[in-house]
């Protein structure tokens, strides 16, 4: 209760902050526009919104999950080979520096225009962070709690998910939220680079059109969507399956 | 637990700096606007400058022709040419002020001032063709478009996707009919698309980009942008920034008369234009020589249908209110050159009005 009072009482002054700034510095509606007209804008267009933020939200979760299942292929290749680590390893320190946006132009080459496009981008932004995570997850995996699990007799599956998986887990959930992020700023990206195809497009789309249309207010409400977005998943979805799992189990630290 | 309340009252008050030296930043640039149109605007010489956003195409010839033969420095008048990506980022650089002027489709300027943005038509710029061209047989008018059907055009709120709009409304009684079918693509990457016949079936595009096109067999012409609108219209008019306006009277005359000079070079010289241009344009010169003397395209600074947008733009919830005369979106120049007839209208000042 009191750590929400302080949220609430953060976010308010921070509200204050900025009206006083647009006060005090006389800035137009263009450049900063008030939080009032934010709000109605927002309120205005809820129904587009929420179209917008449902489409970002599907195609983000169907980008991050082949990215998952592409991650964590690439980790069981790592762990489980002689050749596969060295390989793998170097092309992950060659393609996690590159943003993800920098492939949109041979992303149109291969997939033309729409949302495949968007979707490989987001694949390619996920995939390397989390391949990261996971793997460092993996191999930082104390050997005394697997040989403890071999010695009780598991092994394989067994293993992988009774020890393997636990004191890993806060790796992979750094993995899923830096995943979770760069999906977001790569869909957001490439649909501002070339808009939308057809009336399907999420919330960079809602941004480029309000830009467009010279609609700061809009443009400010599209992102106050998707900061609030992030602050749901973040709050609701990986703060409880830490505090489900990692926090539970005592692997890290309180 | 004290350590803790410190940690978070310090994370505040770090919070707090950030912020402000945002603000800062912003209220920055409005000193530096300031400062930039007061100091920057002469140079060394005591010459006036002028900051312009330059954009590609064939339309921007007359540009070239007065930075090549120099129309702009005999008034003493030196031109920053500034390289934007988007229409969308040149209105946003005159509105914080990086921006003296810029050539935009009405349109677009039209969505600008109804928000505000502090700019007038300083003169008008060129008429060109503008058409929506496809390579799908079955396609024959704007009624056939299906839902998979993708039309390229710029980008929302361009003087192409007003004209489809318009042209939807006469036909299907809904301007917004295709709106789910636009992908926002540049001319040249629109023209890649359906050079390939990849993605898009129809792209809404001017010249160089729609001669391209319709030389290809089997591409044609399915809306004519004149046809449209109802008559002739300024494909892009010259916006000037109120502060340059007010300021500058010796630089804004310089820009109007070296853009004048070269459009009436260009009209006179199209050939030596062509051997000119043909190197920055990257083709031959007879190609370009085609281009120029095409039917339709004119080089002109006249001010065509300057209010024949904004009903419609108004009706159909582009703008939130109409010009109530050209006053209030043109500079002095426009406007003596209109003139105000007593009683009806003259043939000039219903130019400027829908039909």
């Known amino acids: ?254 | 637990m004290r350590r803790k309340k410190i940690f978070r009252a310090m994370s505040l008050l770090l919070v707090l700096l950030l912020l402000s030296s945002a603000g800062f930043i912003l209220s920055g640039c409005g000193d530096r606007v300031q400062a930039g149109s007061t100091g920057k605007a002469q140079d060394s010489s005591g010459g006036e400058v002028i900051r312009v956003a330059k954009q590609f195409g064939l339309v921007y010839a007359p540009l070239m022709v007065a930075e090549k033969k120099e129309f702009f420095s005999k008034y003493g008048l030196k031109v920053e040419w500034v390289t934007l990506g988007s229409g969308g980022a040149v209105r946003e650089a005159m509105a914080s002020g990086k921006l003296d002027a810029a050539f935009m489709g009405i349109p677009p300027f039209l969505i600008g001032w109804d928000k505000g943005l502090p700019a007038k038509i300083a003169a008008g710029y060129t008429v060109s063709p503008v058409q929506l061209v496809t390579y799908d047989q079955n396609i024959k008018g704007i009624k056939d478009f299906r839902p998979e059907h993708k039309i390229a055009l710029p980008s929302p709120g361009s003087v192409q996707h007003i004209l489809l709009a318009m042209a939807l409304e006469k036909e299907l009684g809904d301007p917004k009919a295709l709106d789910d079918n636009l992908v926002a693509l540049p001319h040249p990457d629109g023209t890649q698309a359906m050079l390939a016949k990849k993605d898009v079936v129809a792209h809404f595009t001017t010249p160089p980009y729609l001669f391209e096109e319709l030389a290809q067999p089997g591409y044609r012409v399915v809306l004519d942008g004149f046809e449209a609108f109802g008559g002739e219209f300024n494909f892009n008019v010259l916006l000037v920034t109120k502060d340059y306006h007010d300021r500058h009277p010796a630089g804004y005359a310089a820009f109007i008369m070296g853009l004048n000079d070269a459009m009436n070079w260009l009209n006179e010289h199209k050939m030596e234009a062509a051997e000119l241009l043909a190197p920055e344009f990257k083709i031959e010169k007879e190609k370009l020589y085609r281009y120029l003397t095409s039917e339709g395209l004119n080089f002109t600074t006249a001010p065509y249908g300057l209010l024949g947008f904004a009903e419609f733009m108004k009706k159909a919830g582009y703008i939130s209110k109409v010009p109530r005369d050209l006053s209030e979106i043109a500079w002095e120049n426009v406007l003596a050159v209109v003139g105000k007839r007593e009683g009806e209208p003259c043939q000039l000042e219903k130019m400027q009005l829908p039909r």
């Not at chain 1, 007209?37 to 205005?44: G, K």
């Not at chain 1, 694949?123 to 993996?138: E, Q």
């Open chain 1, 1 to 254: 209760m009191k750590t929400m009072l302080s949220k609430v009482a953060f976010i308010l002054s921070l509200a204050v902050l900025w009206e006083t700034v647009r006060i005090a510095g006389g800035y137009s509606e263009l450049l900063l526009p008030g939080l009032l007209s934010v709000a109605s804008s927002f309120w205005a267009e809820r129904a587009e919104l929420l179209k917008n933020a449902l489409f970002s939200l599907r195609i983000i979760g169907t980008g991050l999950s082949t990215a998952v299942a592409l991650a964590m292929l690439l980790t069981l290749l790592c762990m489980n080979g002689r050749l596969f680590p060295g390989v793998i390893t170097d092309i992950m320190a060659i393609m996690h520096p590159l943003p993800g946006i920098a492939i949109l132009p041979v992303a149109i080459l291969w997939f033309g225009i729409g949302v495949k496009s968007v979707l490989f981008v987001i694949v390619f932004s996920a995939v390397w962070p989390l391949a990261n995570h996971f793997y460092t997850g993996f191999r930082s995996i104390p050997r005394n709690q697997l040989e403890i699990g071999r010695n009780l007799g598991l092994s394989g599956l067994k293993l992988a998910l009774s020890v393997m998986l636990p004191a890993s887990f806060p790796h992979i959930l750094g993995g899923l939220r830096s995943g979770w992020a760069r999906a977001w700023q790569a869909s957001v990206a490439a649909e501002l680079v070339f808009g939308a195809a057809g009336g399907q497009g999420g919330l960079g789309w809602y941004l480029y059109k309000k830009r467009f249309m010279m609609e700061t207010p809009g443009v400010f409400a599209g992102m106050l969507v998707i900061i609030a977005i992030g602050l749901v998943v973040e709050y609701l979805i990986f703060t409880t399956v830490e505090n489900l799992t990692v926090r539970k189990w005592k692997v890290v630290a309180d």
